[in-house]
T-cell receptor, first 113, second 112 residues
Framework: KAGVTQTPRYLIKTRGQQVTLSCSPI?????VSWYQQTPGQGLQFLFE???????NKGNFPGRFSGRQFSNSRSEMNVSTLELGDSALYLC????????????FGPGTRLTVT | GENVEQHPSTLSVQEGDSAVIKCTYS??????FPWYKQELGKGPQLIID???NVGEKKDQRIAVTLNKTAKHFSLHITETQPEDSAVYFC???????????WGAGTKLIIKP
């Protein structure tokens, strides 16, 4: 079956702009989690959506938001971009959530200049 | 909240030798401990996991051990091969907040 897809793969934005990233999970998976990955910081949990509801949220400012659609596809939005938001944003899908195997997409590399 | 520490940050071993990566966690309620492998340009991929009711689990050349008393768990790779070169992450989750908390990663280098 098809894996997790993320679009776009690369993105360059300017400080103050906003950005929307998209994630299509594996068919049948209802849980989508988003992570920020930066060198030396590992993976930082942003939030998890399950059946269109945000089920869990990490310690990120309100500039980071997300949503999930009825087909389980998810979007993540970052408003008022800062230089420190430059990172690889990973999306992971699973059948039931964090306690089950997470299938990761290749990520979206965001560069803020 | 949960905190996961991972050591070493970089590990270089000769092909054919064994590699061991160690993680400690802080939340005694944590009950699920997966290990992920991330190759360049790809997202992490689950390689093995263990739950708190088990002390050890093996899958061919890889094994994970868990010491609940000491709150640490380790990844063991035997007979290392060039394709084992990657970044390895440990993680832990507890029922209290149901979030995967990740270690900072170990870059494993297999020398030919």
């Amino acid at each position: 079956k098809a894996g997790v897809t993320q679009t776009p793969r690369y993105l360059i934005k300017t400080r103050g702009q906003q950005v929307t990233l998209s994630c299509s999970p594996i068919s049948g998976h209802r849980s989508v989690s988003w992570y920020q990955q930066t060198p030396g910081q590992g993976l930082q949990f942003l939030f998890e959506y399950f059946s269109e509801t945000q089920r869990n949220k990490g310690n990120f400012p309100g500039r980071f938001s997300g949503r999930q659609f009825s087909n389980s596809r998810s979007e993540m939005n970052v408003s008022t971009l800062e230089l420190g938001d430059s990172a690889l944003y990973l999306c992971a899908s699973s059948f039931s959530g964090a306690g089950a195997e997470q299938y990761f997409g290749p990520g979206t590399r965001l560069t803020v200049t | 909240g949960e905190n996961v520490e991972q050591h070493p940050s970089t590990l270089s071993v000769q092909e054919g030798d064994s590699a061991v990566i160690k993680c400690t966690y802080s939340d005694s309620a944590s009950n699920y401990f997966p290990w992920y492998k991330q190759e360049l340009g790809k997202g992490p991929q689950l390689i093995i996991d263990i739950r708190s009711n088990v002390g050890e689990k093996k899958d061919q050349r890889i094994a994970v051990t868990l010491n609940k008393t000491a709150k640490h768990f380790s990844l063991h790779i035997t007979e290392t091969q060039p394709e084992d070169s990657a970044v390895y992450f440990c993680a832990a989750i507890s029922d209290s907040n149901y979030q995967l908390i990740w270690g900072a990663g170990t870059k494993l280098i297999i020398k030919p």
